[in-house]
């Protein structure tokens, strides 16, 4: 019996359908339904989480996230012009921290700030100043060498075209590279704040205080306070969700309208 | 910037600048792209440079705005020493316009923001002069309307115009054009060439790499014929092109001028 390719594929389409089907009936007979609704989906039991997820704990990975990343933009320009100088010990010492940042954990970074500094200097940080400079210190690493790149893929004769007007080498930098480079960076940074939004829950190691207790911290005592089964964190995961869904959209909308040519 | 470098900047428009190349050698690790050339230009003049692609015809002309550093030689340009390594080579820079194969406009820049950025951020130029000066110049090569537009959105032959405007804006001493038409659909070279005619009757001085003879017999003073580095034969346009008496220039313009020769002779 030949069959045709159109046939083939319409065979293999039945039989991946007929499989799916074959797995939900099966799901549906041996799942233990309530179970389940009072495991992950008791929604009633943790009615009084609301409104303080959000106002706070919301709010507060919002706050260490974007204070991480202000930080890390800044540190990450810094070491980015640092790795381009053509002063070798700059270079050298970008590419030091940047191996350093990216190839340990983050929690060793949130751990040495929230215990570390406080044993070795004294300073008490808040939950604010110790999450934000921990990702800060991390995503600069990251940010850099993105920026990096972005820099580098605007085309040469951009600057050239500057420096040949008579534009000082700082300057063709400043209004010609930097802005260029921006567009092309734009989607990566966004997939950045998507990372550091879910490592700000790495703060809960170091302890947190009810006011400054952020998603995952909600989540967790959660567990403890409404037993309601694991229904909290699936709050919580919610919540990243309505943080880093639109973000990842709104990267993959700019990584669309990429509006290089040439 | 500095106020010496205002007053500076405004010498220039004292009028079109000469140009003394002299015993200049340039090498990239071991190729030697410039063996040695002697050239001048007068100001007002107009000198297209031929020659095969890779006889370095792009790289004398970068060196004189110092886009590229020679390894030996002097050039001056008006009343800057290019080669001297005090140079204030940003402000001689502002006197030397440059043009592209590429055009190089800015791309996240409207039509009359690549014309204003320069004279505004560099020459402290308050914005209504610079846009004024913009326009005049957009005007002069016809795109006026097209000022708020984004280079992308224009024809390449509008993009290599709204670059010459743009170059015009600071006021130049002295024109350099690589390959202006090379990257153009030909319906556009026309528009192109007649700008840079225009602006060769106003008296500018030019240094034009082309491979458009025509244009090079009509509004070149001199045509200079460069081979593997070195000045092989220059003069009068007419004589260089309609009589030259070196075989290697024979040899390349015919193969220019009638390109469906080469099968044959090689
Ligand atoms: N940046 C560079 N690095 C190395 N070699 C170069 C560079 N620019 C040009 N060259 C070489 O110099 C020679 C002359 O190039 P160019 O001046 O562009 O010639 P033309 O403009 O006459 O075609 C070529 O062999 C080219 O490969
Ligand atoms: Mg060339």
Redesign the interface.
């Known amino acids: 019996m030949a069959l045709t390719t159109r046939d083939r594929a319409r065979l293999s389409l039945g039989i991946q359908a007929g499989l799916f089907v074959a797995v939900l009936i099966a799901l549906l007979f041996i799942m233990d339904w309530s179970a389940i609704h009072r495991s992950f989906f008791d929604i009633e039991r943790i009615g009084p989480m609301f409104p303080d997820i959000i106002t706070v704990g919301l709010v507060n990975t919002l706050q260490y996230t974007a204070v991480g990343f202000v930080l890390g933009l800044l540190g990450g320009t810094v070491l980015a012009l640092m790795k381009l100088s053509s002063f070798p010990v700059y270079r050298w010492l970008a590419t030091a921290y940047i191996e350093f940042f990216r190839g340990i954990p983050a929690i060793l970074v949130f751990l040495a700030l929230g215990f570390g500094v406080s044993i070795a200097f004294g300073w008490n940080l808040t939950s604010l100043q110790i999450a934000g400079s921990a990702l800060g210190l991390v995503a600069s690493a990251y940010i850099a060498e993105t920026l990096r790149a972005g820099l580098q893929a605007v085309p040469k004769g951009q600057v050239e075209a500057a420096r040949a007007l008579g534009m000082p080498a700082w300057r063709a930098m400043v209004s010609i590279q930097i802005p260029q480079a921006f567009r092309i960076v734009l989607p990566p940074l966004t997939n950045e704040a998507i990372l550091l939004t879910k490592d700000s829950s790495l703060i809960f190691v170091v302890g947190l205080t009810a006011g400054a207790a952020e998603l995952t911290k909600f989540g967790r005592d959660g567990i403890n306070i409404y037993q309601a089964g694991l229904t909290p964190l699936v709050a919580a995961g919610a919540c990243y969700l309505i943080i880093t869904v639109p973000l990842s959209i709104l990267a993959r909308r700019m990584e669309h309208r990429s509006p290089r040519k040439k | 910037m500095t106020e010496p470098e205002l007053a500076e900047h405004s010498s220039a428009e004292d009028g079109p600048a000469g140009v003394t190349i002299t015993g200049l050698h340039k090498a990239y690790g071991d190729n030697e792209v410039l063996k040695g050339i002697d050239m001048s230009v007068r100001p007002g003049e107009v000198v297209c440079l031929i020659g095969a692609s890779g006889s370095g015809k792009s790289t004398l002309l970068r060196c004189v705005?110092r886009?590229e550093d020679p390894n030996a030689g002097t050039i001056t340009v008006g009343s800057f020493e290019a080669t001297d390594p005090d140079v204030d080579l940003?402000?001689?820079?502002?006197h030397?316009?440059?043009v592209?194969q590429?055009f190089?406009?800015?791309?996240?820049l409207s039509v009359l923001e690549n014309c204003t950025?320069?004279p505004r951020?560099?020459l402290k130029q308050p914005k209504e002069d610079a846009e004024a000066e913009a326009m005049t110049q957009l005007r002069r090569v016809g795109l006026e309307e097209l000022a708020q537009r984004r280079p992308?959105q224009l024809s390449g032959g509008q993009q290599q115009r709204v670059a010459i405007a743009?170059?015009l804006t600071?006021r130049p001493a002295l024109m350099l054009f690589d390959e202006p038409t090379s990257a153009l659909d030909p319906e556009t070279v026309g528009d192109v060439l007649a700008i840079m005619r225009q602006l060769a009757e106003a008296g500018m001085t030019m240094i034009v790499v082309t491979h458009e003879m025509a244009f090079a017999r009509e509004v070149a003073d001199r045509v200079v014929f460069m081979d593997q580095g070195r000045v092989v034969e220059e003069g009068p346009a007419a004589e260089v092109i309609g009589d030259p008496q070196q075989p290697r220039t024979q040899d390349f313009l015919r193969r220019v001028l009638n390109p469906t020769d080469v099968d044959i002779r090689d």
Do not use: E, K, S, Y
Request: glycine residues 4%; hydrophobic residues 50%; charged residues 25%.
């Open positions: 705005n886009l940003d402000a001689m820079r502002r030397i316009g440059m592209f590429q190089n406009l800015f791309p996240h950025i320069t951020r560099v992308d743009r170059a600071m």
